[in-house]
């Protein structure tokens, strides 16, 4: 009997350490989601649910140089401009919106490991108090509000806000002015794959510096 519980507790120590290297992936249906298209959700399972969506493996990061060799990302859009034509509205708490899904390789070997890391959707200003009531009403509160002063093209600052809610590994962000002030945001973000993101980012960008 003795022995058994040896056996037993070496074994459960195992097991913990495993789990300390090896620690559990959030899977999709963990994190935050867009009308069904859930963060971490991967690329097939997207054009399974969208056969007409437009993909492409052009940068987020507009800084980086068109030389940059690539980093392992995809961004689509579910409902491209020729299907808009058709009358198909893209909306986020019906507020007309662009949305972009932007998605990452978990092994940049390997095709199948893209997975959804962020949902981008922008919409005109004068639509940020629906969406703002529309997320209050099916997540609570915002679990925190950044709030600053942004300064537009003639100088003037502007009272700016970014609401946030937290679940597991994913956040979502409601960004109440962007780039021109007349614009919003409402982001989606799945935290790990941000961070690989960024990490192939900062490391495209040294690229070069040591033949200098």
């Known amino acids: 009997m003795r022995i058994f519980f040896v056996c037993m507790r070496s074994w459960l120590m195992a097991l913990l350490a495993v789990q300390l290297v090896f ?3 959030s899977s999709a249906d963990d994190s935050f989601g867009l009308k069904g298209d859930r963060l971490n959700m991967t690329l097939s399972e997207f054009k399974d649910r ?3 969506a437009i993909c492409s493996d052009e940068s987020e990061a507009s800084s980086l140089s068109p030389s940059v060799p690539n980093i392992g990302l995809i961004n689509c859009r579910a409902i491209p401009p020729h ?4 009358g198909v509205k893209e909306t986020v708490a019906n507020v007309p919106a662009t949305i972009t899904y ?3 390789s978990t092994d940049m070997d390997k095709f199948n490991t893209y997975r959804l890391r962020k949902i981008e959707a922008s ?3 004068a639509g940020y ?3 703002h009531g529309a997320m209050d009403k099916k997540y609570g509160p915002a679990d925190s509000i950044e709030r600053k002063r942004i300064q537009n093209m003639r100088g003037v600052y502007v009272k700016s806000e970014n609401r946030i809610w937290n679940k597991g590994d994913s956040q979502i962000r409601l960004v109440e002015h962007v780039d021109r002030l007349n614009r919003s945001s409402l982001v989606f973000l799945e935290l790990g794959l941000e961070s690989i993101f960024h990490q192939r980012k ?7 510096t040591e033949d200098l």
């Open 123 to 125: 919409f005109d200003h």
């Open 23 to 25: 620690p559990a992936l």
């Open 102 to 104: 932007y998605f990452i």
């Open 202 to 208: 900062s490391s495209a960008r040294s690229q070069g």
């Open 50 to 52: 969208h056969a007409e």
């Open 83 to 86: 299907v808009k034509r058709r």
């Open 129 to 131: 108090a629906r969406v």
